[in-house]
């Protein structure tokens, strides 16, 4: 049987920073993605999630302008990028592969209580200079954060506990399904008054990716970014790139906690909790060679 591989694929990578949120320009970026993911479906499964940070932010500044209904909750502002990322990448896989593409509407357990709900730091939406990010703060009441040179506004990001279709999934990858899911983090949903329902905030999409990896046991989880790696003193002239590295080492640097910091926290996890498993930080035009080891970086147990 075909190993497993679960690809995190960012919000970002599907849309540039800075660049219009248009329906073209996701096009072009997926096809690209598209097209790197297809050269592993000889060998491997495939399970594909997607961040929504953009689009989710997009869509809920289009529900704020329009008042004549009451903006809807960001939890099925979740839900609708899922479908709309989802149908964009099934279109260009299907170009590309025979295997049979599969969306799974999924939804990921949050708990309520998670002090995340208190501190909100997940960056969504578009990117915006001091001035006005403070403006659009004022308008539609939202928390802002200093994102590198811009602004961006922030929402609560608790720890994805559970999610509800693994079962689901791990079957539609057993009959050799490219399967995507847990997009933009998935649905968050609660224990309240002993049902799960719908809870406002934004799940991490490498957290809940390395969930899932974990939960299905994946030998390889592999996050792309529009970066080859991770770097020591990024963006310095003494910058230096971790080709490989093992998680005790890992754990004795820090990294920008906007960027590559979760993205490191989820890699750590996945490789402390699946015997033999591989996980990859790699550019996401790079992705096969990422898996053979000549790009990216590959972090060990």
């Not at 969930?211 to 989880?221: G, P, R, W």
């Not at 909790?273 to 035009?285: E, L, Q, R, T, Y």
């Amino acid at each position: 049987m075909k190993p497993t591989i679960v690809i995190a694929l960012g919000g970002n990578a599907l849309l540039k920073r800075g660049q219009l949120m248009s329906y073209d320009n996701q096009l072009a970026n997926i096809s690209i993605v598209a097209r790197s993911i297809s050269k592993l479906v000889d060998k491997y499964r495939i399970a594909i999630v997607h961040g929504n940070g953009p689009q989710v932010g997009l869509l809920a500044q289009q529900n704020d302008v329009y008042t004549s209904v009451p903006a809807y909750p960001l939890s099925c502002l979740v839900a609708e990028t899922q479908g709309m990322i989802s149908t964009i990448l099934i279109q260009e896989l299907r170009k590309l592969v025979v295997q049979p593409v599969t969306s799974i509407i999924t939804h990921v357990e949050v708990d309520v209580n998670d002090a995340a709900f208190l501190e909100p730091n997940k960056f969504i939406g578009g990117v915006y200079d001091k001035q006005e990010a403070e403006s659009l703060a004022q308008q539609y009441h939202w928390q802002i954060k200093q994102d590198g040179q811009y602004y961006r506004r922030v929402v609560a990001s608790p720890k994805p506990l559970s999610i509800q279709e693994n079962q689901i999934i791990r079957s539609a990858l057993d009959q050799d399904n490219i399967v995507i899911c847990c997009g933009g983090g998935g649905i968050p949903v609660s224990q309240q008054e002993g049902q799960l329902s719908n809870t406002d905030c934004v799940i991490d999409k490498d957290a809940s990716a390395s969930l899932l990896a974990k939960e299905i046991q994946a030998e390889y989880f592999l996050i792309l970014t529009d970066g080859d790696g991770i770097y020591l003193n990024w963006g310095k002239e003494n910058q230096q790139k971790l080709d490989q590295v093992a998680v005790q080492e890992l754990l004795t640097y820090q990294f920008d906690k906007g960027s590559m910091q979760p993205k490191v926290d989820a890699i750590i996890d996945y490789v402390s909790n699946v015997n033999n498993g591989i996980g990859i930080i790699a550019d996401m035009n790079f992705v096969l060679e990422a898996l053979e080891g000549e790009a990216g970086t590959r972090v060990i147990k």
